[in-house]
Nanobody, 115 residues
Framework: QVQLVESGGGLVQAGGSLRLSCASSGSIFSGNTMGWYRQAPGKQRELVATITSGGTTNYADSVKGRFTISRDNAKNTVYLQMTSLKPEDTAVYYC?????????WGQGTQVTVSS
């Protein structure tokens, strides 16, 4: 089992910044991929960004150049630095851990961007 705890969400004005954190614990295997996904009201959950344990990153086109994903393997923590936030970034952001067939999700943290 892997437990994921997100923090750092909140309310911010358009153009502002937020930093999300996700601390993982439990049976953490090397070679995993962690990431952030988001789900806005009435929409499907979508990929925001992922990062492998080796540091390879992948971003959704909608956040490229504005969001940065990083991780601290020693702390089993992944971060999402969000800048130039837009109202359309408003969503619940979920942390994800994948290794082989294992797939775990955090409880989500709300990010609201006001115009």
């Amino acid at each position: 089992q892997v437990q994921l705890v997100e923090s750092g969400g909140g309310l911010v004005q358009a153009g502002g910044s937020l930093r999300l954190s996700c601390a993982s614990s439990g049976s953490i295997f090397s070679g995993n991929t962690m990431g952030w996904y988001r789900q806005a009201p009435g929409k499907q959950r979508e990929l925001v960004a992922t990062i492998t344990s080796g540091g390879t990153t992948n971003y959704a086109d909608s956040v490229k150049g504005r969001f940065t994903i990083s991780r601290d393997n020693a702390k089993n923590t992944v971060y999402l630095q969000m800048t130039s936030l837009k109202p359309e970034d408003t969503a619940v952001y979920y942390c994800n851990y994948k290794w082989a067939i294992l797939d775990y999700w955090g409880q989500g943290t709300q990010v609201t961007v006001s115009s």
